[in-house]
Nanobody
Framework: VQLQASGGGLVQAGDSLRLSCAVFGRTSSSSGLGWFRQAPGNEREFVAAISGSRYRRNNWEKYYTDSVKGRFTISRDNAENTVYLQMNSLKPEDTAVYFC???????????????WGKGTLVTVSS
């Protein structure tokens, strides 16, 4: 399984960006997908995740870290094997390398990610 993130860039505070992560290889709608980020000098942290669907229904659960609730939206397109992170009202503290990952997701602090992609840099200027 390989994950390829894209969509990062340099924006100003208040702007929006949409990150995309294409998943190649063994994946399915039952796999959870998530976004994490790592700012310079900090540990990697959870940003958002979307669970796998159950019983072939699009009944995904979505989870967010508190600092992005109301600003970021995670979504997935199973037909395209892609997960997105729409980021609105960006703040300088959102500056980080953003990583996508695939695994099992059961909550914002309850997940096991098996595969990771290389990150995409998001820089938010004030």
């Amino acid at each position: 399984v390989q994950l390829q993130a894209s969509g990062g860039g340099l924006v100003q505070a208040g702007d929006s960006l949409r990150l995309s992560c294409a998943v190649f290889g063994r994946t399915s709608s039952s796999s959870g997908l998530g976004w994490f980020r790592q700012a310079p000098g900090n540990e990697r942290e959870f940003v958002a995740a979307i669970s796998g669907s159950r019983y072939r229904r699009n009944n995904w659960e979505k989870y967010y870290t508190d600092s992005v609730k109301g600003r970021f939206t995670i979504s997935r397109d199973n037909a395209e094997n892609t997960v997105y992170l729409q980021m609105n009202s960006l703040k300088p503290e959102d500056t980080a390398v953003y990583f996508c990952a695939q695994g099992w997701v059961g909550g914002s602090d309850h997940y096991i990610m098996d595969y990771w992609g290389k990150g995409t840099l998001v820089t938010v200027s004030s």
